[in-house]
């Protein structure tokens, strides 16, 4: 079998140094369609290094790492990588990332699911600098044709927004050449550039990457919910129910008022997210939650 589950989830934690710095920062908000009005000083402060704030969701890229990709190179994975797609992300931010950093990241598979007809991998990674933990990210990677292993299936995350109306839909437009910029900060797996390898994994032409959706819509509640302010969220776990392909447009509901969750504070609800493609019949692509951090209060 192509996943050796007992030396994938035996291997020694891999360390890596990565580094990054204003340029890296500025590719990623491009990669996630910041920038535009280019005059907006709302957009400005993502693109502009004299006034350069870090979207916590960078993370997923910094130091060029690609999760999947990691996850694709541990110890006892050998898979095909057109099988290989991107199912879920978490993210805990431990404080506002900087502008420029060199860290250590420290990651390890932590469960391979059993899902019948496909296998999970998560990895989880560490990122520290000299001052401390930076984040804990935990990637979720679906790999079909590998399940029926007989291991545990794992654990149920329904993917179901609130049976409410949302407190605000945006809609985001995604250009044609996004998938081909977003690439440039480290996943250069094919299926999001070549057309042959897309349809040989079984698409009918090249898909956006699953984290440049989650990029953008970190951003659109960072904008609107929470006034601008990178440093309030603390979390952002989300799954990908679906795949965007570039020149469409993400339509992105918010629930952001305390009753997210029957009964539960806004602080431990959290943001909660559902994004749909419009031009396909709102052909879900994405839930999550957005966590904030203490004692801010929303605008």
């Known amino acids: 079998m192509p996943i050796d589950v007992r030396r994938a989830l035996t291997a020694a934690p891999r360390a890596a140094a990565v580094a990054w710095d204003a340029a890296d920062v500025q590719l990623y908000h491009l990669g996630i369609g910041a920038g535009a009005p280019a005059t907006d000083p709302a957009e400005l402060r993502y693109v502009l290094e004299s006034r350069l704030h870090v ?21 006892g994975v050998d898979v095909d990588l057109a099988a290989v797609l991107h199912g879920g992300q978490r993210l805990d931010v431990h404080r506002p990332l900087p502008v420029s950093c060199r860290a250590v990241t420290t990651s390890r598979v932590t469960a391979v699911y059993d899902k019948g007809r496909a296998a999970v991998i998560v990895l989880r990674s560490e990122t520290a600098d000299a001052d401390g933990p930076l984040w804990t990210s935990e990637a979720e990677v679906y790999v079909r044709g590998e399940g029926g292993f007989g291991g545990e299936r794992g654990p ?29 900060c480290g996943d250069r797996n094919p299926l999001h550039a070549d057309p042959e390898f897309a349809r040989r994994a079984g698409f009918e032409r090249p898909v956006l990457h699953g984290l440049c959706t989650y ?32 020149g469409e447009t993400l339509r992105v509901r918010i629930w952001d008022r305390a009753g997210t969750d029957a009964g539960a504070r806004v602080a431990e609800a959290g943001v909660r997210v559902a994004v749909t493609v419009p031009e396909r019949d709102d052909a879900p692509v994405l839930t999550g939650t957005v966590g904030e951090r203490h004692g801010r209060a929303r605008t």
């Open 215 to 246: 990029g953008m819509t970190l951003k659109a509640v960072v904008d609107t919910v929470f006034g601008g302010d990178v440093t309030r969220p603390r979390a952002w776990h989300a799954r990908f129910t679906g795949v965007v392909y570039p």
């Open 156 to 184: 149920a995350r329904p993917a179901t927004a609130p049976d409410r109306a949302p407190d605000r839909t945006l809609e985001r437009p995604v250009r044609e050449d996004q998938a081909l910029l977003y690439r440039l």
């Open 55 to 75: 979207l916590p969701a960078f993370a997923t890229v910094a130091g060029a790492r690609s999760g999947v990709i990691s996850a694709l190179s541990a110890r």
